[in-house]
Structures are given as C-alpha cells and as structure tokens.
C-alpha cells in the first residue's frame, strides 16, 4: 500500500536510535500509549459513521474510504513504532511492555511479542565428494499452499458491516470524454467553468423545456472532484450560463453576535503598511475604473493598458485584503488562546497556503493545565471581502459556515490528500471543533482590529 501521510504526531528522535536509551523508555512508553488512545477514539468515530454513509453519493463513500485508508497508516506506523520498541525494552531488561495498538476492524488489540532470541548458527556439512554414479531421483516437494491475499486492513464499521460501505447503486462516475479540459486544468471556479464551451460539451446535455440544462449522465463528478452542477442561461446576459438551484442556498447561522476587538498600539503599528498597500490598490481601482469608462465613452474603445492595468490593481487589491484578513485571525488566535495558557500550534496544507478547496486557518489549542485539545477552524475576511459557498455532499449549496460547507470542505480535503481532513473530521465528530469568522477592520488609513463571530454548526 501506499504510504499516506500521518495525522499523529511522532517526536523526530523516538523509535529511531540505533542503541537503546534505557532511561527513555518508561516516558516512551507513555507517549506510545497516548497515540495509540488517540487512534482509537478516531477508528471509533469513523466506524459509528458508517450507518450513516449514503452509498449512492459518489462523494460522501469516497470521503469515508479515505478516512479508512488514512487510519489504517496511522496503525501500520504505530505498531511498527509498538514492536521497535518492546525489542528495545526487551533489550534493556524492562518487565515494561510495549502498548497494544487497536486494530481497525475493533477487535482486541494484541500487544507486540518480544522477539524471539537468535537460534546458534549450525556449521555448514561438507560437501560430499563427486561420483560418476547417478544421485538417486528426488521426491518432488510438496506442493506450497497458495498464499491468501492479506485482508484489507481499511477500518470497518462495527462488524458485521464491510469497511467500505459499497454503494446499493452505480455511483456518479466521473466522464471518461477525453482529456481534462482547460478550465478543469487551471482548476478554475465553477462560474468560469460552466462558462467555457469546451467544458459544457463535455459534461452536458441539451437544454430542457424548463430551461435547465443537465449533466450528461455518468458526469457527476468533474476532473477535480467537484460536483457537476446542473445549470441554466443567465436572462440578464444571455449567452452566459449560471448554476440552476433546485432550493436557495443555506445561509450560515451564529452563536451569538460579532465581537469588535479594538488594536493594540503595537497591532496598529505593525499594519500600517499593509493597511496603506491596500488602500493604495483600492485607490488604484477606482481610477482605472473611472479611465476605462471615459475612454468607451469618448473613443468607443479601451486602451489595452488600461485594462491590465485596471487586472493588475484588482489583484493587489485582493491580495492585500487577504493579507489583512490572514493578519487578524492569528492576531484572534493570539488574544483568545495566549500562549502562557495554551500550547497552540497551526496546520497548513501540504502547500503551505490556503485557497480553494482548503480552509484559511486551522489551529489545535491545548489548555497548559490540563485538558482536551480543540481544532479552531477560520474563515478569514479583508475588509471588503464576502461569505463564498459550496455545492455540499447532497447536491445543495451551502454558505460558508454551515456545517453543510464544511463537510464538503473536509470531504474535498480527503479527496486531494490534505492529511488534516481526518483530524478535523474527528473533531467535529467529538464536539471539539470550534468554526469561526474573523473579519479584518480598516478605518480610513489605520488598523481597526478585526470582528470575531463563531458560527453556529449543530
């Protein structure tokens, strides 16, 4: 199989030393042990799901299959971990064991057994002379069994269930026309794509009499992994194509108001540039905008500097904005959870950067005095920045903040290999997943601190 990347954490010099540390090995142990506890609770909340997997939704079995294959690395890599070590106490005279890590179909664990001591090598017979005479006809040996092929070692639900739920239905299979598309190639937003006719022609039917144009079948799913929406011609601009909504997106809810949390001295200061940076390419875009309306006006065309200009002044603009929102979730994270109270410590993709497809912060909080860790997801705004949505598990779109959203969030997390789905799939599971809003705030020239709103998911 494949190695998947791991969600546990493993301290770099532990089960690693080529001599044993005898002196280690009683925290070692410990340290083991609290892995193996915290692998058990995940196997445990993934195998209670799978009731409730819709096997006719391509999406959500294809999540639950990736959790699986996720957890059965973490337990590959723990009891390889488990067996170096108990040959390591083994080693020192230590009437320690090492812990028995949870198989993944929920039955009893076996602890690893001490190696076995090296049996004395036998000297080699001599060979026997040659003769002309003619060696006497061996038996044939006997026939090897055929090896069995290994079970799948997925975790399963509760048994007597299979591992993989197997849809009582075809899937939603992904359209084998061709070669992915341009847009699907830049894996551009969903407007851009249905928008593109190269794209249209490869995952659509004609338009009906109600005016919605469907999905050809067996195209449910595109080559990035997005749900292929139905869609309709836009009537305020005929020629463009919009997404066709059966029921109007679900809106996010809140836990109560936004809390405005004013700067420090030292927050403002550090953002005034940034603040100026954006504001300049806000700036810049009003008067772009203003230029390339008077040229159509007076020349009845715009001058092509112009218009890269104007591209370029909204890109600043966006980037700055992102960059203040950034800015004011870790300037939250640092005010709610300080670190002389909490160990705090961020995820990030395998990229290093959000974007689509990823959530924009993701932090684990654990209290210094004891007590369970909490996963912090962020949506992060700039000033002027907007709620996105999503198409979710069940063909409705959702507002970000839903727990709509964040299902399909974690589920495309699962699909592109984002080791930080199944934790924080196993946190929303056990009620310890906080969801949130931090907007950043300018006033005029300055920082204004940022608003703090937590979403209210279920």
């Known amino acids: 199989m ?21 002196s280690t090995l009683h925290s070692r142990v410990q340290a083991l042990q609290s892995q193996a506890n915290t692998l058990k609770g995940q196997i445990d909340a993934h195998n209670s799901r799978a009731g409730g997997v819709d096997r006719t939704n391509a999406g959500a079995v294809g999540a639950y299959n990736a959790e699986a294959q996720q957890l059965n ?26 812990p028995a890590i949870p198989n993944t179909d929920g039955s009893t664990p076996t602890p690893p057994a001490p190696p076995a001591p090296a049996k004395p090598e036998v000297p080699a017979k001599p060979a026997p002379p040659k003769s002309d005479a003619k060696p006497a006809p061996q038996k044939s040996a006997p026939a090897q069994p055929k090896p069995t092929a290994p079970k799948s070692a997925q975790p399963a639900p509760a048994k007597p269930q299979p591992a993989e739920p197997a849809p009582k239905q075809s899937a939603p299979k992904q359209t084998t026309t061709a070669k992915p598309t341009g847009v699907e190639q830049r894996n551009a937003p969903m407007q851009s794509k249905v928008n593109d006719p190269e794209y249209r022609a490869k995952y659509y ?16 799913v595109d ?21 066709s909504h059966s029921s109007p997106t679900v809106r996010a809810k809140f836990d109560g108001p936004a809390q405005q949390r004013a700067p420090t001295s030292a927050e403002s200061s550090q953002m005034r540039e940034s ?7 806000v700036g810049d875009v009003k008067r772009l905008k203003a230029e390339r309306a008077t040229q159509q006006k007076t020349d009845g065309k715009v001058d092509p500097r112009t218009e890269s200009e104007l591209k370029d002044a909204y890109r600043r603009q966006t980037t700055q904005g992102e960059q203040l929102g950034e800015a004011a979730g870790r300037q939250a994270i640092a005010r709610d959870y300080p670190s002389s109270k909490y160990d705090v410590r961020e995820l990030t993709s395998a990229r290093g950067q959000s974007g689509a497809g990823s959530p924009d ?12 860790e909490r996963m912090v997801v962020q949506e992060v705004k700039g000033p002027s ?9 069940d063909g409705q779109r959702y507002e970000q903040g839903t727990r709509g959203y964040l299902d399909a969030l974690i589920d ?20 310890a997943l906080s969801y949130r809003l931090v907007k950043a705030r300018v006033s005029g020239d300055e920082w204004a601190g940022y608003s703090v709103r937590n979403f209210d998911i279920g």
């Open 2 to 22: 494949a190695s998947i990347a791991l969600i546990v954490a493993t301290p770099s010099q532990a089960f690693a030393a080529p001599a044993p540390d005898c």
């Open 73 to 98: 690395g973490q337990r590959d890599a723990l009891q390889a971990q488990a067996n170096g070590l108990q040959s390591e106490l083994s080693a020192c005279g230590s009437k320690e064991t090492a």
């Open 205 to 220: 039917q004609k338009q009906g009499s109600d005016g919605v144009i469907k999905r050809k079948p067996g195209s449910g």
């Open 223 to 243: 080559a990035n992994g997005d749900l292929v929406p139905a869609i309709r011609e836009n009537p305020k601009k005929p020629g463009s194509f919009v997404e």
């Open 275 to 281: 603040v100026a940076a954006r504001n300049r390419a």
């Open 361 to 372: 912060q993701v932090f684990v909080v654990r209290p210094k005095a004891g007590g369970s």
């Open 385 to 393: 920045s907007k709620a996105g949505s999503r198409i979710g598990l």
């Open 412 to 431: 495309e997390m699962a699909r592109n290999g984002d080791p930080r789905a199944l934790s924080m799939r196993s946190a929303l599971n056990r009620g």
